[in-house]
């Protein structure tokens, strides 16, 4: 059966607005894993169902079942285009997941220098901990990521 959700993964836009025409709510509601159709659309690289859904008024921090944001999935994927455009139509750039990571952590962490730059660039906090009272530094530092290291120096100057 097709759904909101599926059509958001395959990029098929005309379905999308089918769904959000019969309930407007669809677009931010979750599938059964807790994903919404925004963080679908930008985890997928759909960036007209991304326009089609902000120009709707999606829930741009809407979160996922770990309280991921669909920021933190551009970051995560390395779309820059997607991060310039959530941060464009009002995403929090320093919402924190459920275990207090903020987009900037998922770009210290898997080592996203050009995400760091983008992020501090817009006023990412680098000073927030997440719940073990780690900063996007520390996690740069565990994983080894050294360039990360030096974009987050480099930012903060």
Same mark, same amino acid.
């Given at each position: 059966m097709a759904d909101i959700f599926n059509a958001t993964r395959?990029?098929?836009?005309?379905?999308?607005?089918?769904?959000y025409q019969?309930?407007? !709510?669809?677009? +931010?509601? /979750?599938d059964p894993r807790?994903?919404?159709p925004l963080i679908l659309a930008v985890y997928n690289d759909q960036i007209e169902i991304v326009n089609y859904l902000i120009e709707n008024n999606v829930e741009i921090d809407g979160?996922? !079942?770990s309280g +991921?944001? /669909?920021?933190m999935g551009a970051v995560f994927k390395e779309y820059p285009a997607l991060v310039?455009?959530?941060l464009a139509s009002g995403a929090n750039i320093n919402e924190q997941n459920y275990t207090g990571a903020t987009a900037l952590t998922f770009a210290a962490t898997f080592g996203?220098?050009?995400?760091?730059?983008?992020?501090?660039?817009r006023g990412a906090d680098a000073t927030i901990k997440d719940s073990r009272?780690?900063?996007p530094l520390d996690h740069a530092r565990m994983q080894g990521n050294t360039s990360v290291e030096e974009a987050l120096k480099v930012s903060k100057r």
């Open positions: 395959e990029g098929d836009l005309e379905s999308v607005k089918m769904f019969k309930d407007p !709510g669809a677009i +931010n509601q /979750a807790g994903y919404t979160k996922d !079942g +991921n944001t /669909a920021l310039m455009k959530l996203k220098p050009q995400m760091v730059h983008v992020l501090m660039e009272g780690l900063s």
